[in-house]
T-cell receptor, first 112, second 112 residues
């Protein structure tokens, strides 16, 4: 089983709609969680950290469910510019070095 | 503020040729440094990470190597490239896992 699993998509989303997707992780001892955004042929960029109580940043809401070991990302009022691949990221406690493990990404396509 | 520099942006190399990619970080001391590779249409694969000068941990056995000759310099090398070495190489740094990683702009390597 992969450490971090995501639905690869694509999620085809009408402009202005809401889209949500999850990511599951296998290590119950993981402590840090993030969502990164990667545009085509670009480096990943941190979108937001995910806190235990859930957190919101503008149109983006992230949730953590430790009992079921998943995190979620919800995008409201989707913009064309939200089209990207969203990477779920979890810290790995297997060894020293502050290693983060990346999911394969969920591709989101926002269409007019 | 902290910045990370990675070069070159693109590289086309023949099979069997050597490789040297360099990454430098500014504005921070004793960062954790990472090399990732992303094959076309695939997720990020951690290749090497370093928690200090001369300290390199390898994640995947292959014909690549890494070195950290200075605190804020991380080098990825190969003596003889293979076709399968083609991909998008990303350097990243972090101070603590809870802060996530910051990636450089990447090097797109094509081995021909």
């Amino acid at each position: 089983r992969k450490e971090v699993e995501q639905d690869p998509g694509p999620f085809n989303v009408p402009e202005g709609a809401t889209v949500a997707f999850n990511c599951t992780y296998s290590n119950s001892a993981s402590q840090s969680f993030f969502w990164y955004r990667q545009d085509c042929r670009k480096e990943p960029k941190l979108l937001m950290s995910v806190y235990s109580s859930g957190n919101e940043d503008g149109r983006f809401t992230a949730q953590l469910n430790r009992a079921s070991q998943y995190i979620s990302l919800l995008i409201r009022d989707s913009k064309l510019s939200d089209s990207a691949t969203y990477l779920c990221v979890v810290n790995s406690l297997k060894a020293a070095g502050n290693k983060l493990t990346f999911g394969g990404g969920t591709r989101v396509l926002v269409k007019p | 503020s902290q910045t990370i520099h990675q070069w070159p942006a693109t590289l086309v190399q023949p099979v069997g040729s050597p490789l040297s990619l360099e990454c430098t970080v500014e504005g921070t001391s004793n960062p954790n440094l990472y090399w990732y590779r992303q094959a076309a249409g695939r997720g990020l694969q951690l290749l090497f990470y370093s928690v200090g000068i001369g300290q390199i941990s390898s994640e995947v056995p292959q014909n690549l190597s890494a070195s950290r000759p200075q605190d804020r310099q991380f080098i990825l090398s190969s003596k003889k490239l293979l076709l399968s070495d083609s991909g998008f190489y990303l350097c990243a740094w972090s101070v603590r896992t809870s802060y996530g990683y910051t990636f450089g702009s990447g090097t797109r390597l094509t081995v021909v």
